[in-house]
């Protein structure tokens, strides 16, 4: 593994606990973070697939917000 994230890589951690599975996605870029729970005898791509899209629904809101706090026009 490289010092230097690539753009869109993501860091998957799994970590079961007890009859539930707690998925975290990383995005390697920003550190952004988010974390969701799924039942451990769901497919580990399906839970992977709700994490990654949470992790892209995060970032698209922090990047509204922060281009919309940069508007001039908006008060």
């Known amino acids: ?14 970590h079961p606990i007890g009859h539930q599975v707690k998925v975290t996605a990383i995005d390697a870029a920003t550190g952004i973070e988010v974390s969701t729970f799924g039942p451990a005898s769901a497919a580990q791509e399906d839970l992977k697939r709700v994490a990654v899209r949470k992790l892209q629904r995060r970032i698209e809101q922090i990047a509204a917000s922060s281009s919309a706090a940069k508007d001039p026009t908006l008060y």
């Open 1 to 14: 593994m490289s010092g230097n994230p690539r753009a869109g890589e993501i860091y998957l951690e799994f």
